[in-house]
Nanobody, 125 residues
Framework: QVQLVESGGGLVQAGGSLKLSCAAS????????MGWFRQAPGKEREFVAG????????YYADSVKGRFTVDRINAKNTVYLEMDTLKPEDTAVYYC??????????????????WGQGTQVTVSS
C-alpha cells in the first residue's frame, strides 16, 4: 500500500506559476501510474493530468493542456505538476493519486486506488 503526500500549493497571482510535488512511500512507486486531480468548492473532483509508471506517456485535461506539465522521478518516489500561466479558475484543492501500472490513461477518480490529502492552490485575479 502506498501513502501519498502533496506539497507546494499556495497563493499566486493570475499568470504566475507553481510546482506541486507528491511524495510516495510504503510501496513500489515505479509500479504505479499516477494522476493529478483537483476539486473546487461545490464542484466534483476532476482529472488534471496523468502519466505512466515510467513517465514516458503523459496526458492532460483540455483545460490545462499547454500550461501544465506532469513528470516523475522514480528514484525519488516523487511526481510533480508544474503549473504555468495560472488562471483564477485553476483555484482548487489539488490531489495526487496512484493506480496500477496497467491503468495508463485513467481519468476517472474511481480508477485510482490511493490518494493524498490534497494541497490548496489559490489564483488571484
Amino acid at each position: 500500500q502506498v501513502q501519498l503526500v502533496e506539497s507546494g500549493g499556495g497563493l499566486v497571482q493570475a499568470g504566475g506559476s507553481l510546482k506541486l510535488s507528491c511524495a510516495a512511500s510504503g510501496g513500489t512507486f515505479s509500479s504505479y501510474a499516477m494522476g493529478w486531480f483537483r476539486q473546487a468548492p461545490g464542484k466534483e473532483r476532476e482529472f488534471v493530468a496523468g502519466l505512466s509508471w515510467s513517465g514516458g506517456r503523459t496526458y492532460y485535461a483540455d483545460s490545462v493542456k499547454g500550461r501544465f506539465t506532469v513528470d516523475r522521478i522514480n528514484a525519488k518516489n516523487t511526481v510533480y505538476l508544474e503549473m504555468d500561466t495560472l488562471k483564477p479558475e485553476d483555484t482548487a484543492v489539488y490531489y495526487c493519486a496512484a493506480t496500477g501500472w496497467r491503468r495508463v490513461g485513467a481519468r476517472m477518480p474511481s480508477e485510482y486506488d490511493y490518494w493524498g490529502q490534497g494541497t490548496q492552490v489559490t489564483v488571484s485575479s
